[in-house]
């Protein structure tokens, strides 16, 4: 046996360095555990629970049996999908990139995001993020040594809004960059004209970059409330698309607006459009220095996935337009029950105008705090559902907000729906 020495062992000092520290284990891991447990229904974690369309899984299989894919592709990503990504943000949004130095393949959008952090951010810099923030956000700030600086999306007139002036005074001379998300993820807001206007214009001023996760661009359901100072708010059901303007339904990137594309990184994934999270296809485009740098980063992180997945999702990329307006319909009409649901069971229903989670309010309920809400909720009405105070930095702003995902089986949305009528029985 060698004898005790003196140097201190891994006991001398917490294991998890100190940028991690803070994060603990994700919350979808103790609230799928607690749906495990009870049985209950997870409308926690924002996964659909039937796949994408055949067509693109047997292209994936194609690809595996004729050896596509099963070696390291290159590290930028397939040139087939690289082109493919490049011609959907043409077609849809009249934005060119070159497939060859604006487009870059990684694994998954949350890769794209960390990447991109790590690439652009020194320690010390600070990272304007809207809060609440989707999952990986502050951890990658943080391991990229960046200080996050909340700006807080609040609710009004039905909808989770950004206060402009707010977002201009969270701006210092310590800024590199603005993260943006819309459709944002958890609160299904969708960010008006005149709000991506105002980002932009504060940007070009600052001089800031600008990274903007769009993984739901195919999932924006109408115009945001009040947007055209129609300010309908949610009504928990149908009839919201009362006043929907030209733009109805429409994603707008946010570098398409002025200054912006030299300045902005736009991250996408297949997960959410095509209902294979599993396959973590996801990719940035942007001017040719922002994607060199976020190359940079990704080459040491994974270099290179999903080889015979990238050939699949670039078939993908090229299906008809019927295939992203039906699952759009699809989802909105799940939307619509579950929110229904949602507000007969009492509780106040933030309507999303994108993506596939409903943010509801628990106080009319009689509660206060979402976390105490969510742990109870499998035994009282047997459903899972997501404490949005998680999200926040500001648990304070964060505690009455409780998230629930409906990219589920209408069956499983109306079990749910006739679950949570036990609230107030
Ligand atoms: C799901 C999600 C991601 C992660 O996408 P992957 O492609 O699965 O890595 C990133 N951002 C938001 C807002 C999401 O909801």
């Given at each position: 046996m060698a004898p005790m020495t003196s140097s201190p062992g891994p006991a001398a000092r917490p294991l998890l360095n100190r940028r991690l520290a803070e994060f603990g284990t994700t919350i979808f891991a103790e609230m799928s555990a607690l749906a495990a447990r009870t049985g209950a229904i997870n409308l926690g974690q924002g996964f659909p629970d039937t796949d994408g369309p055949e067509s693109v899984r047997e292209a994936a299989v194609r690809a595996l049996r004729d050896g596509r894919g099963n070696q390291y592709p290159p590290g930028d990503g397939v040139p087939e999908l690289r082109t493919a990504i490049a011609a959907h943000q043409a077609d849809r949004y009249g934005l060119a990139y070159d497939p060859g130095t604006e487009v870059l393949v990684t694994t998954g959008a949350t890769e794209a995001i960390a990447a991109s952090l790590l690439a652009l951010v020194e320690p010390g810099d600070e990272v304007v993020a809207l809060e609440p923030y989707y999952d990986s956000y502050a951890a990658s700030i943080a391991l990229a040594g960046g200080t996050r600086v909340p700006v807080t999306l609040r609710p009004r007139d039905g909808r989770f809004r950004l206060d402009l002036d707010e977002l201009r005074a969270a701006v210092t001379p310590r800024t590199r960059l603005l993260l943006i998300n819309t459709p944002h993820n958890p609160t299904g807001t969708v960010l008006t004209r005149d709000e991506l206007t105002e980002i932009a214009r504060l940007a070009v001023e600052r001089d800031l970059l600008v990274l903007t996760d769009e993984v739901y661009e195919h999932l924006v359901f109408a115009e945001p409330a009040g947007s055209a100072d129609g300010g309908e708010g949610a009504d928990g059901g149908e009839g919201a698309d009362g006043g929907e303007g030209a733009d109805a339904g429409r994603h707008v990137p946010l570098a398409t607006l002025p200054g912006m594309r030299e300045r902005t990184l736009t991250i996408s994934s297949a997960g959410k459009t095509f209902s294979f999270t599993g396959w973590k296809v996801g990719w940035v485009t942007g001017p040719p220095p922002l994607v060199a740098a976020v190359r940079s980063a990704k080459q040491f992180l994974t270099y290179v996935s999903g080889g015979p997945f990238q050939y699949a999702v670039a078939e993908a990329l090229s299906l008809p337009r019927a295939y992203f307006d039906g699952l759009r319909t699809e989802l909105r009409a799940k939307r619509d029950l579950l929110a229904r649901g949602l507000t007969e069971a009492g509780f106040e229903v933030y309507?999303?105008?994108?993506?596939y989670f409903i943010t509801t309010d628990v106080r009319p309920l009689g509660e206060r705090d979402g976390f105490a809400f969510c742990r109870a909720l499998p035994e009282r009405a047997g459903v899972v559902a997501i404490p949005n105070?998680?999200?926040?930095?500001?648990r304070e702003a964060g505690a009455p907000f409780v998230r629930f995902a409906f990219c589920k089986r209408e069956e499983v949305l109306r079990e749910a729906v006739h679950r949570l009528k036990r609230l107030t029985a």
């Open positions: 309507l999303p105008a994108g993506t105070a998680v999200f926040y930095d500001d």
